[in-house]
Every structure is written in C-alpha cells, then in structure tokens.
C-alpha cells in the first residue's frame, strides 16, 4: 500500500536558522509528489509539485527537491511567518491524494 | 489564478439536522472536485470524488446516504451532512483540479462544523 511518512513531527526554529523537512515515500509508480502548506483553521496551500527523481523547484525561501525514495523540503533563512504546518503528498490510482502526517514548524524571532 | 472557495466557514447546528456545504472553482473549470475531512492534529482524510454530472465516488467506510455529494456543474460542489450528530463535527475541507494535464489540487478554506 502507499505509504507517506514525513520527519519530524515538529521543528522550532530561530529566525534565520535554515533546515530541512523530510518526506518518505512508498508508491508503485509515482505520478506525482506534492508540497502544501496549512495554516491553522485554513484549508492546504498549494506549494510545489514534483515529477521526477533530480526535479527540483524553488519559491522563495522554500525549495522542494525529490529522489526515488523522499522529498525534502528546504527552507532558507526562515522568518516567523513561514510557521506552519507542511504537508506532503503522492497521487494514489487515478486522483486520490494520501498525505502524510505534516511538520509542524515554528520560527521564533 | 486557481482559487477555490467554501461557504459557509463555519457552522453550527443542532443533532440531526442537515446541513450543506458548498464549494466553488472561482476562476477554472473543475472537472474534479474532492471533499475531505480533518480531525485535530491530524492530516486529510480523502472522502469522496466527484466529477461533474456523475456520482460521487465515496472512500471505504464512508456513508453514502450520510454525507450527500452533487456536483451540479463545472464549478460548484455541495456536500451535505444529513442528520448530523456530534461524531460529525470536523473541519471539511473541499479541493478542485482542472484536469487539463495537471493533478494539481487546490484546496477551499474549510468549514468547521460544530454539531450540538
């Protein structure tokens, strides 16, 4: 069965302090792996998708980049209001999404 | 561009009444639309599939009869909880894709129903 499972949990952060979210996957065939952002009480935002192992993809001070196995998330220099929660997710059959559980990331100024 | 809306953002209501839910493609054509649900501290939970003028395709364990799905036309979907009890109370969320060569999904902001 499909699996996704991201690391870690949870991630404080300083302002400033760049890291990395992770995002391991399990899934015959991938179609397409995807980076949301949510924010508390609001529905996903969509961030990036990735085709292919070697893709990567930049949006500010975020940058997905894929293998054949994970994803990671890079966020560079970060500020307070890149605190959210980060999801991930891979297409399942024709459309379905399966998520996995998200990191919560905190910035502190 | 790809902005999807929900209303109401919040609602409250009394057990076993029914209450509807709507969610709309603001600026595409969604040939597909997917309505999820999201208890506390947790991730989505896919529970149905809609395209346009079909039936909804409901997830395992999922009722049909309790969640009512209508995807009237390219950009609008409703969800209906009928006789709703607090078991049901959950923040739903719906997504859109355009279809046209993309997977894509963009979410709603949610709904956050409250049953008494």
């Known amino acids: 069965e499909d699996q996704v499972t991201q690391s870690p949990e949870a991630l404080r952060l300083q302002e400033g302090e760049s890291s990395s979210l992770n995002c391991s996957y399990t899934?015959?065939?991938?179609?397409?792996l995807f980076w949301y952002r949510q924010d508390p009480g609001k529905g996903p935002e969509f961030l990036f998708t990735l085709y292919s192992a070697g893709e990567e993809k930049e949006k500010e001070r975020l940058k997905a980049t894929l293998t054949k196995k994970e994803s990671f998330l890079h966020i560079t220099a970060p500020k307070p209001e890149d605190s959210a929660t980060y999801l991930c997710a891979v297409i399942q059959g024709a459309q379905k999404l399966v998520f996995g559980q998200g990191t919560r990331l905190t910035i502190n100024p | 561009g790809a902005v999807v809306s929900q209303h109401p953002s919040w609602v409250i209501c009394k057990s076993g009444t029914s209450v509807k839910i709507e969610c709309r493609s603001l600026d595409f054509q969604a040939t597909t639309m997917f309505w999820y649900r999201q208890f506390p501290k947790q991730s989505l939970m896919l529970m149905a599939t809609?395209?346009?003028?079909?039936?909804?395709?409901?997830e395992q364990g999922v009722e049909k009869d309790k969640f009512l799905i209508n995807h009237a036309s390219l950009t609008l979907s409703t969800l209906t909880v009928t006789s709703a009890h607090p078991e049901d109370s959950s923040f739903y969320i719906c997504?859109?894709?355009?279809?046209?060569?993309?997977?894509?999904?963009?979410f709603g902001p949610g709904t956050r129903l409250t049953v008494l």
């Open positions: 899934v015959s065939g991938l179609r397409g």
């Open positions: 809609s395209n346009e003028g079909s039936k909804a395709t409901y």
């Open positions: 997504s859109a894709t355009s279809g046209r060569g993309t997977d894509t999904q963009y």
